[in-house]
T-cell receptor, first 109, second 115 residues
């Protein structure tokens, strides 16, 4: 099956710092989404981004489908950004979602 | 965006009993819903794909007789954990796919504890 690897697995940031999270996938995909899982387990949709670049406030994402990776940028990080970030992909022709390994982010004051 | 609800959010049950978890798409119709399981500090693992009006498709290693899935309408799918054991304790999350894109919308999850 498709492999979805995220890096780094863990990240500690000082409040106000910027960061880049990476998602590599091993096959062509129809869909890629980024999620933030809060401490209560809720998955928050950040981006639906099968290709191209999108921005939403302090967050932006870029997916280069031909090179099989996606990046999530967090600027001016805040303590509320803490949690686990997942990318998730959908293979071509299917709706089944495969989640990445996750990046655990801790933003300290 | 689309909203998916789950009920209950948290449940504690005794070993040997069955527990039903509901997943509802509140403002859209979902012909396909998905059930995931997440152990502490791990990623989400797909358990099964639930199709309205037909049998669910289970991932390899998931016991279909233990995890019963019913998708009786376009807005409701249920997961029943039968004869639960402590090792079934986990966080269960459902999702529903939009009909025009592959974008997935996730429920808030159900934390199951089996004592």
């Amino acid at each position: 099956g498709i492999q979805v690897e995220q890096s780094p697995p863990d990240l500690i940031l000082q409040e106000g710092a910027n960061s880049t999270l990476r998602c590599n996938f091993s096959d062509s995909v129809n869909n890629l989404q980024w999620f933030h899982q809060n401490p209560w387990g809720q998955l928050i949709n950040l981006f639906y981004i099968p290709s191209g670049t999108k921005q939403n406030g302090r967050l932006s994402a870029t997916t280069v489908a031909t090179e099989r990776y996606s990046l999530l940028y967090i600027s001016s990080s805040q303590t509320t950004d803490s949690g686990v970030y997942f990318c998730a992909v959908v293979l071509g022709g299917y709706q089944k979602v495969t989640f990445g390994t996750g990046t655990k982010l801790q933003v300290i004051p | 965006g689309a909203v998916v609800s789950q009920h209950p959010s948290r449940v504690i049950c005794k070993s040997g009993t069955s527990v039903k978890i509901e997943c509802r798409s509140l403002d859209f119709q979902a012909t396909t819903m998905f059930w995931y399981r997440q152990f502490p500090k791990q990623s989400l693992m797909l358990m099964a794909t639930s199709n309205e009006g037909s049998k669910a498709t289970y991932e390899q290693g998931v016991e279909k007789d233990k995890f019963l899935i019913n998708h009786a309408s376009l807005t409701l799918s249920t997961l029943t954990v039968t004869s639960a054991h402590p090792e079934d304790s986990s966080f269960y999350i459902c999702s529903a796919a939009g009909t025009e894109t592959y974008e997935q919308y996730f429920g808030p999850g159900t934390r199951l504890t089996v004592t």
